[in-house]
């Protein structure tokens, strides 16, 4: 196997990663790129994926899997997380998918998106000694990993993320006065539910909201993953976002340099997240990991090989 092709379909955007193995084992990225097609928009209310959101995504994980193919790639794996775990028509987009590009979706249970996003971190970064917790953040859910060094301790997955907390708290434009406290209370409730705690070494975070964030502190109008990696987003970073997204209307965010137009809408629970899990665990910055789970999948697919 020289190429792989991986699909990752979240409920906020579609991640499409092709790489290729080196000589020295190192994978080398290809393509590594993202469509905000927003699988999950309405999910929460309705339990199904919309026919809109349905078509739409369905759409783009063919044109990824035609570009995979013109690509090379030797094999392409399609994965779905929490909104085709959750809808309740998941089984429809499966069969609208295969039947546009022959493509087979994977639904994947929440503690093996926890597994593919710790593996993804051990292909990019030193493991440092002593308790590491890795987070991924996305529209909605949050898996969290807990390691020691090397070993992985703990994993699992909250149901909690960006798009849900949006359409419950800021459905206004600009956001209502006292929104951001009551969504960020909830958020503490839930993380605290499910056992969120602890007192790390080290805190990786992974998932749009945290490169996206990061690409704000950056004030990086193109993006670039050298600066990106291993960069921090301190608690101070975290709280002066917020103050600035919380006042601005959406077209506004839009204008901000480093944020993707279309994640203007979700970017403000994204960075009340990230807010309560540095706050919870007691630290002061978390580390920008702009590997996710098609990264850690496609280090497994070489690793088999």
Not at 136 to 153: A, K, N, Q, R
Request: glycine share 10%; charged share 25%.
């Amino acid at each position: 196997m020289k190429r792989v092709a991986v699909i990752d379909i979240g409920s906020n955007s579609i991640k499409f990663f092709v790489g290729e193995q080196g000589t020295d084992s190192t994978i080398q990225t290809i393509v590594d790129k993202n469509d905000i097609a927003r699988l999950g928009e309405g999910l929460s209310e309705t339990g199904r994926i919309s026919d809109e959101a349905l078509e739409r995504n369905a759409q783009s994980v063919a044109a990824f899997a035609a570009e995979a193919k013109e690509l090379g790639a030797d094999i392409i794996v399609c994965v779905g997380t929490m909104a085709l775990r959750s809808a309740a028509n998941s089984a429809d987009f499966v069969a609208r998918v295969k039947g546009l590009c022959g493509i087979e979706v994977q639904i994947i249970p929440g503690e093996e998106e926890a597994r593919l996003s710790y593996l993804a971190i051990l292909s990019g970064m030193p493991v440092p000694d002593g308790d590491l917790v890795i987070f991924d953040t996305g529209g909605g859910s949050t898996e969290f990993i807990f390691g020691h060094g090397t070993e992985l301790v703990n994993r699992f997955s909250v149901n909690l993320g960006a798009i849900r907390i949006t359409e419950k708290f800021f459905a206004d434009d600009p956001v209502k006065p006292g929104s951001t406290e009551a969504a960020m209370q909830e958020i503490d409730r839930e993380f605290a539910q499910a056992g969120v705690n602890g007192r790390p070494v080290k805190v990786v975070g992974m998932g749009g909201a945290v490169t996206s964030m990061g690409a704000v502190k950056h004030k990086m109008v193109k993006y670039d993953p050298d600066v990106m990696r291993g960069s921090a987003l301190t608690k101070a970073d975290i709280a002066e976002q917020i103050a600035a997204y919380r006042e601005k209307t959406i077209a506004q965010r839009r204008e901000m340099p480093g944020l993707q137009p279309k994640r203007a809408d979700v970017i403000l629970a994204g960075a009340c997240i990230l807010w309560d899990i540095v706050d919870r665990l007691g630290v002061d910055q978390l580390i920008i990991s702009d590997r996710g789970l098609r990264h850690g999948l496609a280090f497994e697919l070489f690793h088999k090989a």
